[in-house]
């Protein structure tokens, strides 16, 4: 069995076991989709949506020092919509209609179902559009004094251009 075929199971047995889950979303950490039960453009926006809201979540969980990131919980009017880490490269996003009651619940097979098609997307070969999360403690920028860089990359004192007459 293949890993689309192990990860449509996971998904389609979780919306089957939790009927009040009215979509899910199986997306890679840059964003990029990889297998949906929604509409097309809207399971797009959503995964590079789950993209970015895991990388602010999981910056928070590393500044507070509390944790790993385990989800990220957006409550609407109408439902919820949560995100779970899936692997080292995958995200789980579910959204759920308003009856969502038990949420704990939810969060624990939701995590065990992340946990399972994260594993079979990790180890496939080809991990098509999914990258790994970036190091959190690595530097933003790096700056180069420019006393340091090879004389032909520094600045002529001629300047190369000139302004047009008004």
């Given amino acids: 069995m293949d890993a689309d075929t192990v990860m449509g199971t996971e998904l389609r047995g979780l919306r089957r076991r939790r009927p009040e889950v009215t979509g899910t979303v199986l997306a890679g950490t840059d964003g990029?989709?990889?297998?949906?039960?929604?509409?097309?453009?809207?399971?797009t926006h959503l995964a590079a949506l789950a993209a970015a809201s895991f990388g602010l979540g999981n910056r928070v969980a590393d500044t507070v020092r509390r944790g790993e990131f385990r989800e990220s919980v957006v409550r609407t009017t109408a439902g919820c919509v949560v995100t779970y880490p899936?692997?080292?490269?995958?995200?789980?996003?579910?959204?759920?209609?308003?009856?969502?009651?038990?949420?704990?619940?939810?969060?624990?097979?939701?995590?065990?179902?992340?946990?399972?098609?994260?594993?079979?997307?990790?180890?496939?070969?080809?991990?098509?559009?999914?990258?790994?999360a970036p190091d959190a403690h690595a530097p933003l920028a790096v700056r180069t004094p420019m006393a340091t860089l090879p004389t032909q990359l520094r600045r002529s004192s001629r300047p190369t251009w000139r302004r047009p007459p008004i």
């Fill in 32 to 43: 990029l989709l990889i297998s949906s039960d929604l509409p097309s453009t809207d399971a």
């Fill in 86 to 132: 899936a692997g080292r490269s995958a995200l789980l996003t579910l959204v759920t209609a308003s009856s969502t009651e038990d949420l704990e619940a939810l969060h624990e097979e939701a995590r065990a179902v992340a946990r399972r098609a994260g594993s079979v997307w990790d180890t496939r070969r080809v991990p098509i559009g999914a990258t790994a």
